[in-house]
């Protein structure tokens, strides 16, 4: 006891403790770690196994780990993986798309190309409204081709890259990545409108991706600094211009 300041009995109370407060958190315990994935990729003759915990491997693809033949999704697939790969729509009140002002000959002009299997390469500058146009476009195709309409990304895209996106989307075939000479014959066997905002290659690499789907019609959109295609490429072409002085005013 200090004898400078009383304590409770000094005061005819009696020192009881408070009964300790309510813990705010668990008892750290051992927890239980959360499984590892192990993830299998067959490309060529070989057989890529990623185990985040002991670490990944190579090896020769056992024979009875070798894919068949890719199957071709069907429509209602297709349509089911599109859905699920858009963006989930931002709360609050449905948003009501915007017309595009001084869009509707061009769009109707892309719509006749493809329907008779032209390429088309849209270019436009930044804000020109290409996107908003090719979304239009691919639903105005949705019934040209027996694979139906394929929409790809072209930001960071190779040419190699596109031809596995357009493999994918078309074929049911998960965990197997073909090699070059394997996706020869089933992208010669897709018959779709390919719609590939803002590919950033042209010249020969366009080319390579052309002559790998012969049966396929693309509608690339691209900015002007973007290589051109090549001479030998069957390529419309097609400038998309910003909007006169009515349709700015229309927008403000």
Do not use: W
């Not at 409770?8 to 994935?37: C, I, K, M, Q, V």
């Not at 599109?82 to 009501?96: D, F, T, Y």
């Not at 915007?98 to 509707?104: C, D, G, S, V």
């Not at 190309?113 to 639903?139: E, K, Q």
């Amino acid at each position: 006891m200090d004898p400078i300041t009383p304590g409770p009995e000094e005061y005819g109370h009696t020192g009881a403790r408070r009964p300790p407060r309510d813990p705010l958190t668990a008892d750290f315990g051992p927890s239980t770690p959360a499984p590892a994935r192990t993830a299998h990729l067959v490309t060529g003759d070989l057989l890529l196994t990623v185990n985040p915990v002991d670490g990944s491997e190579i090896e020769p693809c056992p024979p009875a780990r070798r894919p068949g033949s890719p199957r071709k999704r069907g429509a209602a697939e297709r349509a089911e993986a599109e859905r699920a790969a858009r963006p989930p729509v931002p709360p609050g009140p449905a948003q009501h798309p915007l017309p595009l002002l001084e869009r509707q000959e061009v769009r109707e002009r892309l719509v006749r190309l493809l329907a008779r299997g032209r390429t088309v390469r849209l270019t436009g500058p930044g804000g020109s409204g290409r996107s908003a146009l090719l979304d239009l476009v691919a639903d105005d195709c949705h019934d040209l081709a027996p694979d139906g309409v394929v929409r790809l990304c072209g930001i960071h895209r190779t040419a190699e890259d596109l031809l596995h996106d357009l493999f994918h989307t078309v074929h049911d075939a998960p965990g197997h990545r073909p090699e070059r000479l394997e996706l020869r014959a089933p992208l010669a066997e897709i018959g779709a409108v390919v719609v590939v905002d803002d590919i950033e290659f042209g010249g020969a690499e366009l080319d390579e991706l052309l002559e790998a789907t012969p049966e396929c019609a693309f509608l690339f959109s691209a900015t002007p600094d973007v290589p051109a295609p090549t001479a030998e490429a069957d390529v419309e072409e097609v400038f998309l211009g910003g909007l006169d002085r009515a349709g700015g005013v229309d927008i403000l």
